[in-house]
C-alpha cells in the first residue's frame, strides 16, 4: 500500500492516523479471510 503517493503522503503528514488506518485495514482483510475459508469448508 505504501507505493502508492496517498499513503505516503499520509505516513508523512499523519503517522498515527496512518498506523491506525493500517490496522483497520488488516482487521477486515482477516474477517473477509477467515469468512472466505468458513464458506469453502462448507
Known sequence: MYL???F???T???PE???QLLQEA???VNT???MY???AAR
Open 17 to 19: 492516523v496512518a498506523k
Open 32 to 34: 473477509r479471510w477467515q
Open 26 to 28: 488488516q482487521q477486515d
Open 4 to 6: 502508492e503517493n496517498r
Open 12 to 14: 508523512k503528514s499523519h
Open 37 to 39: 475459508q468458513y464458506l
Open 8 to 10: 505516503k503522503m499520509l
